[in-house]
């Protein structure tokens, strides 16, 4: 089963006349505007996806302090570089603006540090410095790649899981709609579960209807907020489940 929907991938958001600004766009808006904007876009995709990059830099070997505390270098400094002013619409989607920042940076981070220049003056002389360098902000290795865009994925599922379960209500029947979800363990029975909540079985099956709705709908605008055009919605979401599910995205 997909993760995303039932059958096709299928995004409401490409049925609306216009696509809405999101903070990606915000950012992007922001090179050529110049206003406060594009900054508090970009520190709220930066707080949102701060997560998948601790995972990512743990996957790397690093504890769990080290990666927080260079998580925290990290966006800090980018918030303040210069290097967020080169976003555009033309350079496609946050994920990858934010692995190509981060992977030019940390080997620079890493040397500046050795000679003591400490924690976020050091990730921001490395920013500042790539953002001079000019060119495009890609992640060299594959291997990285899909490290950083499986942990990537794993936070868009876990967003739009706190996004459901904070407009839901209802604690225990959150647990039990959750295991009808792809992510989610073994389905229960229908049966078992209706008697569990006390409903009727058809009046579970359209609440378990309804809930996979929801979800779904709470990844595409997840996802919606981190790319520049409607189009990207759909691409990302099959890109993103095939990083999960696809065995051909396993790294060596």
Same mark, same amino acid.
């Given at each position: /089963?997909?993760?995303?929907?039932e059958?096709?991938?299928?995004?409401?958001?490409l049925s %609306?006349? /216009?696509f809405?600004d999101?903070?990606?766009?915000?950012?992007? $808006?922001?090179?050529?505007? @110049?206003?406060?904007?594009? !900054?508090?876009?970009?520190?709220?995709?930066c707080?949102?996806?701060?997560?998948a990059v601790?995972?990512?830099l743990?996957?790397?070997?690093l504890?769990m302090?080290?990666?927080e505390?260079? $998580?925290?270098?990290?966006?800090?400094a980018?918030?303040?570089s210069?290097l967020w #002013?080169?976003?555009?619409?033309? +350079?496609?989607?946050?994920?990858s603006?934010l692995?190509? $920042?981060l992977?030019?940076?940390?080997? !620079?981070?890493?040397?500046?540090?050795q000679?003591?220049?400490?924690?976020?003056?050091? &990730?921001?002389?490395?920013?500042?410095?790539?953002?001079?360098q000019? @060119?495009?902000l890609?992640?060299?290795?594959?291997?990285?790649?899909? +490290?950083?865009?499986?942990a990537?994925?794993e936070?868009?599922?876990?967003?739009? /899981?706190?996004?459901?379960?904070a407009?839901?209500?209802?604690? +225990?029947?959150? $647990?039990t709609?959750?295991?009808?979800?792809? &992510?989610?363990?073994?389905?229960p029975?229908?049966e078992?579960a209706?008697?569990?909540?006390?409903?009727?079985l058809?009046?579970? %099956?359209?609440?378990? #209807?309804?809930?996979?709705?929801?979800f779904?709908?709470h990844?595409?605008?997840?996802?919606?907020?981190?790319v520049?055009?409607? #189009?990207?919605?759909a691409?990302?979401l099959?890109y =993103?489940?095939?990083? =999960?599910?696809?065995? @051909?995205f396993? &790294? !060596?």
């Open positions: /089963m997909s993760l995303w929907a059958n096709d991938v299928r995004c409401s958001l %609306k006349p /216009m809405p999101t903070p990606w766009t915000l950012v992007a $808006a922001a090179t050529l505007n @110049g206003d406060s904007l594009g !900054k508090r876009a970009l520190e709220s995709l707080q949102a996806y701060w997560p601790v995972n990512f743990r996957g790397r070997g504890c302090e080290e990666s505390d260079l $998580a925290q270098d990290f966006f800090s980018l918030v303040e210069r #002013h080169r976003a555009d619409q033309a +350079r496609g989607r946050f994920r603006f692995l190509g $920042a992977m030019r940076t940390l080997s !620079k981070h890493v040397r500046y540090q000679a003591a220049k400490r924690g976020k003056n050091a &990730m921001l002389i490395a920013l500042d410095e790539l953002a001079d000019g @060119g495009e890609a992640a060299e290795d594959e291997n990285e790649r899909l +490290r950083f865009d499986r990537w994925a936070r868009v599922l876990e967003r739009a /899981m706190e996004r459901l379960a407009e839901w209500g209802d604690d +225990r029947e959150l $647990a709609l959750q295991r009808f979800l792809p &992510m989610g363990e073994d389905a029975a229908y078992a209706a008697n569990e909540l006390g409903c009727t058809p009046a579970l %099956k359209l609440r378990v #209807h309804r809930f996979r709705q929801r779904r709908e990844i595409e605008s997840e996802v919606a907020r981190t520049s055009e409607p #189009h990207e919605v691409e990302e099959r =993103l489940e095939r990083v =999960l599910l696809d065995p @051909g396993e &790294m !060596k």
